[in-house]
Every structure is written in structure tokens, then in C-alpha cells.
């Protein structure tokens, strides 16, 4: 019987709050087209329902000041407040039907009399802030939030206050009470990361990076903590100052040994975005520091692959030395696998580099590994130019690694080697699904490629030179440099006029370069300005040859000139920022 009792109550009880809710939803949605008198209707109901559901009355308060009702309203609040004296933020509500009404100095005296209600009842500081939040009264919220804090020390609304300086434009405050919250609530780490990106760029000299960094920097010097460290190392990536980000982490490992491996994942950072020369520290000071074995080789092939990338000296004497040391055997898996790429793209000898490839598969402990040998495999077969034996190879990797990021690399090759043989319509679609696949980098690559087919397919049974421009683009990627160039001026010449013109004098200077040839690497870029100085690639144009001024020919003045142009010509292109910065390097300001 006692349990028939609860159910037929707990069914009504769940029947009232249905009516209320579908009540309430009918309500908002007069409400938010204007309409009113017919929400006012219902929110009376459900007021006399539920008489002391905020929500209900301040939507309810909100209709009767919509329409001139100001009396209906006034009259209410103070019946509720005379109900329940504890309700004082029921002051604030009445001080805004006032202000509505254009009468200030009664609505500021019942803000003050909210305001100083909190110091008897604390736990209503929030809901009085949020309400003059709500009213966009935001310095009396802030002096809201403020008296509770002060009020109960156990309340802290640092982060609710620094939300509400953020809106005001005071930026500075706002990373004052970010970092005071974080400094009592240290696992909001993320969330304070979160908020603050939306404020900082990847410019050094942005007021606000400048802000944030002096907020960071005077808090540590007064009360050291890892997270100072860490925000900081996180403002320098993001800044792309991977040196001083470096700095940062070192600090974190002194006083925590399990921080190595952001040390590492720095140098992996600053690898990708070629600081080679920071890359390398991060590298070394982890074989040093660490006791893990797969860590020491993982970053002792960091260090292999910036020897390739650098074009260091006795790279092959490098990969043999680690061999001696430390063995050709499954601890050395990944070592291998990029000693074949070197054998293969860099002394141009594919067969020794598949035998490598035939003797690390026996060491796969796992399918990922045996993937990433059957993908290098194919890439040496298409250094080949054995196409359809690769694409079996890559086909295989996508087919069983779907929703990997190997199957996604994968895929892309397959679109790549297609577009290689000169099946431009295969390849399309391919790259069409990977413009939006999760790996930033392969959404690049393929957008890039996606848009060399679409702007140049041949239309109408037309040659348009992209057949010739992916064979030389083919070359390029078997590092047969000369052979590349040599179609890149057929290209130039037979299709002079058309769209892929100045595709392959960019893809020629960019060989040019690679070559170590860089006067010819810039005439080559001024051609394309002479075709289109507002072009498509103007401002990679501009930025390549102010790179090649600065970094390989020793003259800064010209690297001057074409930063500036980009400053000055171009403000929304990727590279301003860079540019920028560059610039005022040279210029000889302190960065």
C-alpha cells in the first residue's frame, strides 16, 4: 500500500513538473518574440505555483516593465521582499524597476542596500552580482562579487570577476584575477588557459601577450609555483619563442623530475616549426636527464632527423654509431625506419633502404609499427616509380586504419600517388574527404594539392600543363631537382598565361632554394610578381624572398624591404605577424 502511495505521488509530483516546464517553454517563446502580455499570463501562473522562483518572477518583472507596468512590478517585489525579508537580493530587482522608470537616486539606494546586505547574508553575493551582471550594472557586480569574498573567506569569485573585467576591455585586471583564482585553484589550469587564448596572439608585442607575460612574471618572483612556469612556457609557444619556453621547462624539471617530457614534446614543437637549434637542446637535455629507455631513443631520432633536415655532416657515420651502440633490434625499430627514408630521398639508393625495411618489420611488436614500415615501404616504391605496387601497400594501411591518423596519412599518399600517375579525378576525391580530417597537417597538405588539381584540370579536353607540372612535382619529391626544374620551364613557357604559370615558378624557386642557389630562387619569385603583384601567392612571394635575405644572404636591408611590404601591403596575410617581428629585429629593436 506504502508503495502504491509513493508512486501515485511521485507520478503527480512528475505530471506538475511537466506542465511547468512545457508552461514555461511557451512563456519564453512569447517572451523572446515580443508578445508580451500573452507571457505575462502564463509567468503569473507559474509565479503562483512556484512564488519564490526566481526565474519565473524576474521573467514576470521583465513583462511588466516591457509594458509600462511599473507600478504591477513595484508592488510585487515589495509584497515578495515583505514575505521573505532574507531575500535581499530582491533589492537589486527593485533598484532596476526604478532605473527603468529613469528614477536613479531610488534606484541607487537599493543597489547600495543589496550591496551592503551581503555582509550579514555572504551566501547571496553571487546571486546579487549575477544580477546586476544580468543588468549590465558590471562595476556593481564586481563590488558584489567583492564584498562576499571579503565577507567569507571561503568564497573566492576571482574568476567571475576577471570574466567581467575581460567584457569591460580592463585586460589587465582580468589577468590579475585569472592568475589569483588559479593560484587557489591550481587544477583549473586548462580552463584558465582556455579564457586567456582569447585574448593573446601569436605576436610578442601584442599589448596583451605583454600584459599577461608581467602578470606571470610578478606573480612568480612573489610566490614561485610550477604553474607560473608552465603558463609561461605555454605564452612562449605560443608566441613561437621556443627558446624561452625552454627556459621555462627547465625550471619545471628542477623541481619536478616527471616534467621532462615537456621538455621533449617542446623539442617536437619547435622541430616542426624548424628551431632546429632549440629542438636539439630539448633533445639532448632528455637523453641526458631521462632514466627511460624508449624515451633516450625517441630523442636520439629527434636528433638524427634534424641532422637530415640540417644537412649536417657524417649523417651516414651518425646512424651508424647508434647502431653500434645500441644494436639493429626492436629498441631501435624507429631508427631504422628513418634511416631507410634518409638512404632513399638523400643518397638516392631505395633497394639498400628496402632490405632496412625488410629487416626492421621482423622487430614490429605491434600493427601500428608494421604499418608504419608497409607506409615507408610504399614511399620508397614510389621513389621507384612502381605505383601501383605502392598504392596496394597504402590501400592496405588505409583500408585497416580507418578513423586512424594513419589511416588519414595513408589515404592522403593514395591521393598523392594518384595525382603523381597523372589520375587527377581519383586523386580529387581522396583529398576531398582529408580537408577535413582531424591531423591539422594533413588538412593543409591536402587543401594544397586539392586546390593544384581543381585550379588546373584540364577543361575541354585542353591541356592546361598539369600533367607535366605533377611529374615535375613528382621529381621534386625524389629530390631529382635538376630533372624537376627542367619541366617546370616547359610548363612555364608552353603554358605561359594560364593559371598553372605561376604555380611552377613558385615550385622552381622553391627548388632553386633547396639548391642552395638563391639568387636564381628570387628572380624566379619576381616573376611571379611581374605576372600578378596581387596574386594568389604575392605575400608567400614577398615572405620567401625576405627569408632568403635574411637567412642565407646575409642582407638585411632587403630582407627589410620585402617584411615591410608585407606589413605595410598585405595585413591579413598569414605571415604578418612573423613579418612583424622580423622586421623590428633587424631594425634593431629590443624584442
Known amino acids: 500500500m506504502k508503495i502504491r502511495l509513493f508512486l501515485l505521488i511521485t507520478l503527480v509530483n512528475n505530471l506538475f513538473f511537466y506542465a511547468q516546464s512545457n508552461d514555461f517553454a511557451l512563456a519564453e517563446n512569447y517572451f523572446r518574440n515580443n508578445e508580451f502580455e500573452k507571457a505575462t499570463q502564463i509567468y503569473k501562473e507559474l509565479v503562483n505555483k512556484s512564488p519564490f522562483n526566481t526565474t519565473y518572477l524576474k521573467r514576470l518583472i521583465s513583462c511588466y516593465q516591457e509594458t509600462d507596468q511599473f507600478k504591477a512590478a513595484t508592488d510585487l517585489l515589495n509584497t515578495k521582499l515583505k514575505q521573505k525579508p532574507n531575500f535581499t537580493f530582491l533589492n537589486v530587482i527593485i533598484g532596476y524597476n526604478y532605473e527603468r522608470q529613469q528614477q536613479t537616486d531610488l534606484a541607487e539606494k537599493f543597489y547600495t542596500k543589496a550591496i551592503k546586505s551581503i555582509s550579514k547574508k555572504s551566501g547571496y553575493g ?3 552580482a549575477n544580477l546586476f551582471k544580468g543588468y549590465n550594472k558590471l562595476d556593481l557586480a564586481i563590488e558584489a ?15 567571475q570577476i576577471a570574466q567581467i573585467h575581460g567584457e569591460k576591455g580592463d585586460f589587465a585586471l582580468m589577468f590579475d584575477q585569472y592568475i589569483n583564482f588559479l593560484d587557489h585553484n591550481e587544477n583549473y589550469l586548462n580552463t584558465i588557459k582556455n579564457f586567456t587564448a582569447k585574448y593573446i596572439t601569436n605576436d610578442s608585442e601584442n599589448e596583451n601577450n605583454i600584459l599577461f607575460k608581467k602578470t606571470l612574471l610578478r606573480k612568480s618572483a612573489s610566490n614561485p609555483k610550477n604553474i ?8 612562449f609557444i605560443i608566441q613561437k619563442d621556443y627558446g624561452k619556453a625552454l627556459i621555462q621547462n627547465k625550471a619545471l624539471y628542477q623541481r619536478d623530475n616527471d616534467k621532462l617530457i615537456k621538455i621533449y614534446d617542446l623539442g617536437e614543437i619547435a622541430f616542426q616549426n624548424k628551431d632546429y637549434e632549440t629542438a636539439k637542446k630539448c633533445f639532448d637535455f632528455t637523453i641526458e636527464k631521462s632514466n627511460y629507455a624508449e624515451d633516450k631513443f625517441s630523442a636520439i631520432l629527434m636528433n638524427l632527423k634534424i641532422a637530415v633536415a640540417t644537412k649536417a655532416e657524417n649523417i651516414e657515420t651518425k646512424f651508424q654509431d647508434v647502431f653500434k651502440e645500441f644494436g639493429i633490434n626492436k629498441n631501435t625499430f624507429s631508427i631504422q625506419i628513418a634511416y631507410a627514408d634518409y638512404l632513399t630521398f638523400d643518397k638516392n639508393n631505395p633497394e639498400e633502404a628496402k632490405k632496412v625495411l625488410e629487416k626492421a618489420i621482423t622487430f614490429s611488436e605491434n600493427k601500428y609499427q608494421k604499418a608504419n614500415v608497409k607506409l615507408k615501404l610504399a614511399d620508397v ?24 591518423e594513419l589511416g588519414q596519412e595513408a589515404r592522403f599518399k593514395v591521393a598523392q600517388t594518384s595525382y603523381f600517375k597523372g589520375d587527377f579525378k581519383w586523386a580529387k576525391a581522396q583529398l576531398k574527404v582529408l580537408k577535413g580530417s582531424a591531423s591539422q597537417l594533413i588538412a593543409n597538405d591536402a587543401a594544397d594539392l586539392f586546390l593544384i588539381i581543381s585550379d588546373n584540370q584540364p577543361k575541354d579536353s585542353l591541356p592546361s600543363g598539369l600533367a607535366s607540372y605533377a611529374k615535375a612535382d613528382l621529381l621534386a619529391y625524389q629530390n631529382k631537382n635538376d630533372e624537376a626544374i627542367i619541366i617546370l620551364d616547359t610548363v612555364v613557357s608552353e603554358f605561359k598565361g594560364q593559371p598553372i604559370e605561376d604555380e611552377a615558378l613558385f615550385k622552381k624557386a622553391e627548388l632553386f632554394t633547396k639548391k642552395k642557389k638563391y639568387d636564381e630562387a628570387i628572380l624566379t619569385y619576381a616573376k611571379i610578381l611581374e605576372i600578378d603583384e596581387k596574386g594568389i601567392l604575392a605575400d608567400d612571394v614577398y615572405y620567401n624572398i625576405a627569408e632568403l635575405y635574411n637567412n642565407e644572404l646575409n642582407n638585411p636591408e632587403k630582407a627589410k624591404e620585402y617584411y615591410q611590404k608585407i606589413i605595410f601591403d598585405y595585413p591579413s596575410s598569414i605571415y604578418l605577424v612573423d613579418a612583424r617581428k622580423k622586421f623590428r629585429k633587424l631594425r634593431g629593436d629590443t624584442i
Not at 388 to 394: C, E, G, M, S, T
Open 228 to 235: 607560473w612556469n608552465d603558463l609561461l612556457s605555454w605564452l
Open 381 to 404: 616504391l614510389v621513389y621507384q616509380n612502381t605505383f601501383n605496387k605502392a598504392l596496394i601497400y597504402f590501400s592496405q594501411v588505409q583500408s585497416r586504419f580507418k578513423n586512424h
Open 145 to 159: 562579487y567583492t564584498k562576499a569574498s571579503e565577507t567569507n573567506k571561503n568564497l573566492r569569485y576571482e574568476f
Open 126 to 128: 553571487g546571486t546579487i
